[in-house]
């Protein structure tokens, strides 16, 4: 039930965006028409309503793919989501529990539970669990690495060039800073 109202949210949203973008490219276009009345755009945009109803539909079905891409997936409902890179993305599940689904890890189950903090560099995510321990993870070539603690995790973070775990944020934080701003304004 909550899937729906997201999905019904989501579609507010991108006519609501739609709306927005087509005014202001019935405005640009008219503009662009006043200074070159000869060319195509001022020819379309003299139908105002035709152009700005099929600018508002071209819009809206965009911004709606795009919400469903893996870039433009934030979650639904009590699910949040953060692209990584590489088609993988750190995930949260009811506000409190994130985790990571590799493609693949031998030796390990199909997801990484229990991730209190982490930070991506240099495509690799490291991560720091809530036991304690570390792992980093090869976003491109797919490869895992576990530490047992952090001070293991940070002797080789040094020789690697990787963020120490001071550095590393909870997926809140990472969440805000990567769907606030642009993203949440432009995307639906």
Request: proline content about 3%.
């Amino acid at each position: 039930m909550l899937d729906l109202g997201y999905l019904i949210v989501t579609l507010l949203k991108a006519s609501i965006q739609a709306a927005v973008y087509a005014t202001v490219l019935l405005v640009l276009a008219r503009l662009w028409a006043r200074y070159a009345p000869d060319s195509r755009v001022a020819k379309y945009s003299s139908n105002r309503k035709l152009f700005w109803w099929s600018s508002a539909a071209v819009a809206s079905m965009v911004l709606f793919f795009v919400a469903n891409t893996s870039w433009g997936d934030h979650g639904s409902a009590d699910h949040a989501r953060i692209p990584l890179g590489h088609g993988l993305a750190m995930e949260e599940i009811n506000g409190s529990t994130a985790y990571f689904e590799p493609v693949s890890i031998n030796d390990q189950s199909e997801q990484i539970a229990g991730v209190a903090s982490y930070q991506v560099a240099n495509d690799v995510l490291c991560a720091k669990m809530n036991d304690g321990s570390c792992f980093t993870y090869h976003l491109s070539t797919k490869q895992y690495q576990a530490f047992t603690d952090s001070t293991r995790y940070n002797a080789a973070a040094k020789e690697l060039g990787l963020p120490p775990t001071t550095q590393f944020a909870s997926f809140s934080k990472h969440y805000i800073r990567y769907w606030e701003g642009w993203r949440l304004w432009f995307l639906a």
